[in-house]
């Protein structure tokens, strides 16, 4: 519900254009929103609906290639789209915040937390140093980070991604604003964190009155978070309406497909009764820097022209388990066989046809592409390299890949990944995959990062291309809606260990491990309800102390406490 009838934030016909092709064209078109104090408004649709802009726009904003060219941002009272550059300055970082999809990505990794906490506080001169500390301690413990008095004094990259999320909602929350701008703050997330992260979220903003609006394209997330929810496709408004009504009753077509999405399910392979697993991961034990245990007895098998999806939280050891298998972390003990034979554990070691069979599709696109590279080399490389392929060769088997992962070569063979959507970065992803011709591939949250009806077309895309070509996926996630559409076989890990594993349809149906049993309980229903129903069945009174629920608590009672932050990397 609208927790105050004064309007904060009023947008009129919104126009923004952005400049493509050696031409200005439209990716707003005329959206109204009105925003009261204290109320949080859920922004949804796919990729390239125009959530982002609208939530920069909120700030005044305009990102690089795009310009406001129409309509009225007026912010308590000031009219954004007229102001002037100093006008506007003062008010973000100071009563207008922002908190980015990627904290890793977002904070300096060359300053302490408390330092790039305070200085906003500080530029605004609204607190002393030693009084802007003080706050962001209160805000930590708050926000119920671990050692609120000492964790602003570690660098970004030594505490959780969760852990980071919430330190970036508490700088946010440094000026005490009117507004903050949620831009998909628990995408990344696995589902016990994002619990931790959505409560701690809703705490704090209920806490101040803090008006916001949340970004996402995850329904039953913003289910839990907004008081009204407004839908668009590419710039335009669908539909709004107040969560519950909008959930219960969409009017609209196009809503009622985002509601129907991930209708994708494919059967379940059984494994062979004879034959030999293509890897086999065997009793493997392995450390990073320092000594410490990260992977302790890991053991499992993936047959050929099947899935097997790794799951667990951040730390549990899914992607280290990846780069063991990979050679890029060889193992203190145990072993990575192919086809019943043992690898080199250094990758260096490895002959090339060896490297060749297990390749990689990362999470982040948009990192794993050299934006300065043309896609036609992207892909061409690993060709040129494993096959031996040149020029025409070279062409027509990027002409070929292209094709295969639905893209049109004449029109993407010569462009760069700035210019991609992020499904179709992704696809080019899986093409440079494929390049290498593997037996073998390792999907590392290929989706998480996806609206969920591009999402379901890489899964579907995988799927053809794992008939068409007889391949088998090692699919990590932490999406398990991702995991009952595509795997076959299940394996759950907690803190480096195999908790649990078995076919996927043994996996989704009870009795389960303790562990397994936190991790289904934890994924979001589509019931604004959902959140706090939840938390009161695992002993949380009331939304305030939401985040002191931690899960932690419920993961102790399956055997042990959450690593330490510095474990992360083992996720």
Not at 326 to 345: C, D, H, I, R
Not at 463 to 474: F, G, P, S, T, V
Request: with cysteine; aromatic share 6%; charged share 25%.
């Amino acid at each position: 519900m609208v927790k105050s009838n004064e309007v904060l934030l009023e947008i009129k016909d919104l126009q923004i254009q952005g400049f493509s092709e050696e031409r200005w064209v439209d990716i707003i078109k005329g959206v109204d929103l009105t925003l009261h104090k204290g109320e949080v408004m859920g922004l949804i649709g796919e990729s390239g609906a125009g959530k982002s802009t609208i939530g920069a726009a909120a700030m005044g904003y305009a990102r690089d290639g795009t310009r406001i060219s129409g309509g009225s941002i007026e912010f308590d009272g000031m009219e954004l789209t007229t102001a002037t550059e100093e006008e506007k300055r003062s008010l973000r970082g100071s009563r207008i915040a922002y908190v980015a999809q990627s904290a890793a990505a977002s904070f300096n990794p060359a300053h302490k937390l408390i330092d790039q906490h305070t200085e906003a506080p500080l530029q605004y001169r609204l607190k002393k140093r030693t009084e802007a500390q003080e706050d962001a301690v209160e805000l930590y413990r708050q926000l119920r980070l671990p050692n609120p008095e000492e964790i602003g004094f570690r660098y970004p990259h030594q505490v959780s991604g969760g852990q980071l999320q919430r330190a970036m909602t508490a700088m946010a929350m440094s000026c005490r604003p009117d507004l903050i701008i949620f831009d998909e703050p628990t995408t990344a997330l696995d589902v016990t964190t994002q619990i931790e992260v959505l409560a701690a979220i809703r705490d704090i903003v209920d806490q101040y009155n803090t008006a916001a609006i949340y970004i996402t394209h995850d329904l039953a997330v913003v289910a839990q978070m907004a008081d009204t929810i407004k839908v668009l496709l590419k710039g335009e408004e669908v539909e709004e309406a107040e969560t519950k009504e909008m959930l219960d009753n969409p009017k609209e077509d196009y809503t009622k497909s985002l509601w129907a999405v991930r209708s994708f399910k494919r059967s379940q392979k059984e494994r062979p009764k004879d034959g030999v697993p293509l890897i086999s991961v065997k009793n493997v034990d392995a450390a990073y820097t320092g000594g410490q245990k990260v992977l302790d007895d890991v053991s499992f098998d993936i047959y050929e022209g099947m899935t097997v999806a790794v799951v667990g939280e951040s730390g549990s050891g899914k992607s280290t388990t990846a780069r063991v298998i990979t050679g890029l972390l060889p193992p203190m003990n145990g072993e990575v066989q192919f086809k019943g034979e043992a690898l080199p554990p250094d990758y260096r070691n490895r002959t090339k046809d060896q490297l060749r069979q297990a390749q990689m599709i990362y999470q982040m696109a948009d990192t794993a592409l050299n934006p300065k590279v043309q896609i036609s080399e992207i892909i061409g490389r690993p060709a040129q390299f494993y096959q031996g392929l040149r020029g025409s060769a070279l062409k027509s088997r990027v002409d070929e890949l292209l094709d295969m992962i639905e893209l049109e070569p004449s029109h993407f063979y010569n462009r760069y990944p700035p210019e991609l959507s992020g499904g179709q970065k992704q696809r080019i992803g899986i093409a440079r995959a494929l390049a290498a011709e593997p037996t073998f591939i390792i999907c590392d949250e290929v989706t998480s990062a996806l609206d969920q009806l591009v999402a379901e077309g890489i899964l579907r895309l995988l799927d053809r291309l794992q008939k068409e070509l007889n391949l088998a996926y090692m699919f990590i996630t932490h999406d398990l809606a991702t995991v009952r559409a595509i795997a076959d076989e299940v394996v759950v890990m907690q803190h480096g260990k195999v908790v649990e594993q078995g076919p996927k349809e043994q996996m989704f149906t009870p009795p389960h491990h303790p562990y397994t049993d936190l991790l289904l309980s934890s994924v979001p229903e589509m019931d604004p309800d959902w959140l706090t129903t939840l938390l009161e069945e695992r002993g949380v009174d009331n939304v305030g102390d939401a985040a002191s629920a931690q899960i932690d608590t419920d993961a102790s009672k399956v055997g042990g406490s959450k690593q330490g932050a510095q474990q992360e990397s083992g996720g």
